[in-house]
C-alpha cells in the first residue's frame, strides 16, 4: 500500500516538475497570461477551449474516471483526464467541483456507497497532488442508485463502476 502511495506521489511530483519547466511569454502585454485566453478559458491557441459548461470542449465531454470491479485505484488511461480536469481547475481557483462515486449493482447497499466514496476520494486526492486546492472539491457517493446503465451484463456493471465530475455552477 505504502509503495502505491510512494510511486503515486513521485509520478504527481514529476508532473507538477515537467509543468513547471514549460517555457511562458514574458511579455505581460499579450493578454491574461499563458494557457488562458481574455475570458480566461484555456484557448492558448490551439484551437480547444477548455471550458466545462462549453459542450464541445473537452472538459464537458470527458468527465467519467471508470474502475475495475471492487476497486477505487485510478487506471493509468484516466490520468491524462485527471490532469486535464486540474489543469482547468488550478487556473480558476473560484471555480467549485463535485466528485460523485458510482458503484454497479453488486453487493450491499452500505458496501457500495462506502466503495463509491472511496473512489471519489482517489480522484480528488489525486487532483489534490496535481494543485488543486482542496476546498474546490466535494466528494460524494451514490453507490449503486445512480446507474447510468440498466442491464446486468459485464459491459453495464463496468459503465456504472466510476466517479463522475460535475462542475459547479
Known amino acids: 500500500m505504502s509503495s502505491r502511495i510512494y510511486r503515486g506521489f513521485t509520478l504527481a511530483t514529476l508532473a507538477l516538475v515537467l509543468a513547471a519547466c514549460s517555457s511562458v511569454p514574458l511579455d505581460e502585454s499579450q493578454g491574461t497570461g499563458a494557457g488562458t485566453d481574455a475570458r480566461g478559458t484555456g484557448d492558448s491557441g490551439t484551437g480547444v477551449v477548455m471550458d466545462p459548461f462549453d459542450p464541445a470542449s ?8 471508470y474502475f475495475d470491479f471492487d476497486s477505487y ?20 481557483p473560484e471555480q467549485q467541483v463535485r466528485i460523485e462515486g458510482h458503484a454497479d449493482e453488486r453487493g450491499g447497499t452500505e458496501y457500495n456507497l462506502a466503495l463509491g466514496q472511496r473512489r471519489s476520494e482517489a480522484v480528488a486526492r489525486m487532483m489534490n497532488l496535481l494543485g488543486v486546492n482542496r476546498d474546490q472539491i466535494e466528494t460524494i457517493s451514490f453507490g449503486k442508485e445512480r446507474p447510468s446503465a440498466l442491464g446486468n451484463t459485464e459491459a453495464d456493471y463496468a459503465e456504472n463502476r466510476r466517479a463522475d465530475i460535475e462542475y459547479q455552477r
Do not use: I, K
Not at 58 to 65: E, K, W
Open 58 to 65: 473537452p472538459l464537458s465531454q470527458d468527465r467519467s474516471v
Open 73 to 92: 485505484e485510478v487506471a493509468d488511461q484516466y490520468r491524462d483526464l485527471v490532469e486535464m480536469h486540474s489543469s482547468y481547475l488550478r487556473d480558476q
